[in-house]
């Protein structure tokens, strides 16, 4: 088990370029196997999670290749194949419950599975989802966690109304959809990450979105490939984006992330509480892609009670600017937290706890009274990533070193992460 101990800053001005975002690049590997012809892709995330998916996309009869940092992706013609193999998604919730909704309709037998972590988390959000609209899925402990058996065929159209707004539920359905008899239609309560739906429909799909509803009309042929350059990913920006916010004298320019409203809700979050941030859009084809500028300022506290799919992978390094801010902020609505790579809600508040923290747990989220200083703790990551990197921003600023416990969590997602760290001034040992 890898343990890290963080110490603070003094502050800092930097220009920051983070890898290629993680949600966009499962997507990369899993819809390309959707076209016939190869797909051309630069800064795709080279961390585990989306290395597995890409694996797996190969062992899916993919034929991938890297020439000098581009990542080549060609199907095999004749489709997807059957593997003869388990799928390893390793510790990806994404890659697991995302293969599930793609190999639902086509033909053919397929596993999934992954680590400890990833075969203890709830896989019934997509399972029921799917088996509602008549998939064939089944997985153990009644069909709510992994591994996952999928046997794959066409299924018949349908309309779905979702409960909760998720952009994996959402996509699993949308990828079983496009290989239906007819047209299918999803309804979620408030819009979710849209990445899927803009590059699908960027690749041809006939995929229209009407307020909350997405109607997607089965491939009458195979879609175009991507020629795709990855943005920077805004998620992984976010914590040093906090980074600026909460330690005096900083600023930080995040260059070449996405820009997607779905995906820069906790920078207005930031924005909100009183830090000073600005977006700069540059571009625009798939995503729209800029620059976000963040520079310290006294925070204030906030409510955080709606958009909570556009946060979900944000709150936890929002908790250590509200444990900063002047005020009680809190978190609803926010049940969703509790079935990611952790129980966030409970990992945050624990570790805010053994910070000094005053906080309190409720069943939908958190409330967190700030102060000017929090001291450092030997807490625990609970196998999380975002918790992990949440609380080594923390020890920017912490009075005593931060020290996280099982940081291994982080190479999914983020490898360079803690040279980032150390460039923004954090001793790091």
Not at 268 to 297: A, S
């Amino acid at each position: 088990m890898k343990v890290v101990t963080v110490s603070s800053t003094k502050g800092f001005n930097k220009e920051i370029k983070v890898p290629g975002d993680k949600s966009i690049s499962h997507r990369v590997a899993m819809f390309s196997l959707l076209s016939n012809q190869k797909s051309t892709v630069t800064n795709f995330l080279e961390a585990e999670d989306t290395l597995n998916s890409l694996k797996i996309a190969h062992t899916l009869g993919a034929q991938v290749e890297w020439k000098n940092k581009v990542l080549e992706i060609t199907p095999s013609k004749d489709g997807i194949e059957e593997p003869s193999e388990i799928l390893d998604c390793g510790n990806a919730g994404t890659g697991i419950r995302l293969y599930t909704g793609l190999l639902a309709s086509q033909r053919g037998q397929y596993i999934l599975s992954g680590d400890k972590y990833l075969n203890s988390r709830p896989m019934g959000r997509v399972i029921n989802p799917l088996n509602s609209i008549g998939a064939e899925i089944t997985a153990r402990d009644n069909n709510t966690k992994a591994p996952i058996v999928v046997r794959g065929s066409k299924l018949k159209n349908f309309n779905y109304e979702s409960k909760i707004a998720s952009a994996q539920v959402k996509t699993s359905l949308i990828l079983a959809g496009l290989n239906g008899d007819g047209p299918s239609t999803i309804t979620e309560p408030e819009l979710s990450r849209d990445h899927t739906e803009r590059m699908l429909k960027g690749m041809g799909a006939d995929i229209s979105i009407e307020d909350l509803k997405v109607t997607i009309n089965p491939l009458t042929k195979p879609l175009e490939p991507l020629n795709i350059n990855v943005a920077s990913d805004p998620s992984s920006g976010f914590f040093f984006g906090v980074a600026a916010a909460i330690t005096p004298n900083s600023k930080v320019v995040l260059k070449n992330l996405t820009l997607n409203p779905t995906r820069v809700e906790g920078f207005n979050v930031l924005k909100r509480m009183g830090v000073k941030v600005e977006f700069i859009e540059k571009e625009n084809v798939y995503e729209p892609i800029g620059d976000i500028i963040v520079e310290y300022n006294e925070l204030n506290a906030v409510t955080v009670d709606n958009k909570i799919s556009w946060l979900i992978d944000e709150i936890p390094a929002l908790s250590i600017a509200f444990a900063l801010a002047k005020g009680t902020s809190v978190v609803k609505n926010a049940e969703e937290l509790r079935v990611k790579e952790s129980d966030r809600i409970k990992s945050v508040v624990n570790n805010l706890k053994l910070c000094g923290v005053k906080v309190v747990e409720n069943e939908d989220g958190f409330e967190v009274t700030g102060s000017n200083s929090i001291k450092g703790a030997t807490i625990s990551s609970f196998g999380d990533h975002r918790i992990a990197m949440s609380f080594a921003i923390g020890g920017l600023v912490s009075k005593t070193k931060m020290t996280i416990e099982d940081t291994d969590c982080i190479d999914t997602s983020f490898p360079d992460f803690f040279e980032i760290l150390k460039d923004v001034g954090g001793l790091v040992s």
